[in-house]
C-alpha cells in the first residue's frame, strides 16, 4: 500500500511540476499567435468564470459556457492533451462554438467586458456584431 502512495504522490507532484514548467514557459512566448493561443484558454477559463455569475446572462447561453468550462477541465478528450499542437484543439473548437452561441444570446458588450484578455481575438471569434448589439 506504502508502494502506491508514494507513486502517486510522484505522480501528482511531476503533474504539477509540469503545468508550473508550462506556465513559465507560455509567460516568456514572444507577443503573437503563439501567445495568443497559450492564453486563449485560461481567458476562456476566466471568462466563464465572470459569465456565470452575471445576471445578464440568460440561463441557456450559461449552461452552454458551462458546459464548455466543464469540457476544457475534464480530462476526457477527443484529441489527448499530450500530441503537440492537435491535443487542445477539441478544448478550442468546443469553447469557441460555446461562446459563438453565448455571442447569440448575450450583449456584445457583457461579452467583451468579461474577457480578459485581448479584445481583438474575442471579436474575431464573435463575429461582426448583429445589428441590434453594441460595442463596447
Do not use: H, N
Amino acid at each position: 500500500m506504502r508502494d502506491w502512495t508514494v507513486a502517486l504522490a510522484g505522480a501528482v507532484v511531476l503533474l504539477v511540476a509540469s503545468w508550473a514548467l508550462l506556465i513559465l514557459l507560455a509567460r516568456r512566448l514572444p507577443p503573437g499567435l503563439l501567445r495568443d493561443l497559450a492564453a486563449f484558454v485560461p481567458d476562456c477559463v476566466t471568462m466563464v468564470r465572470r459569465l456565470r455569475r452575471d445576471p445578464r446572462v440568460p440561463r441557456r447561453a450559461k449552461l452552454a459556457i458551462l458546459v464548455a468550462g466543464l469540457w476544457v477541465a475534464s480530462p476526457v478528450d477527443l484529441i489527448p492533451e499530450f500530441l503537440p499542437v492537435i491535443g487542445p484543439l477539441d478544448d478550442i473548437v468546443v469553447v469557441a462554438l460555446a461562446l459563438r452561441y453565448a455571442g447569440r444570446q448575450v450583449p456584445r458588450d457583457v461579452l467583451l467586458a468579461a474577457w480578459p484578455g485581448e479584445t481583438r481575438l474575442i471579436e474575431r471569434l464573435l463575429g461582426a456584431p448583429s445589428a441590434g448589439q453594441g460595442t463596447a
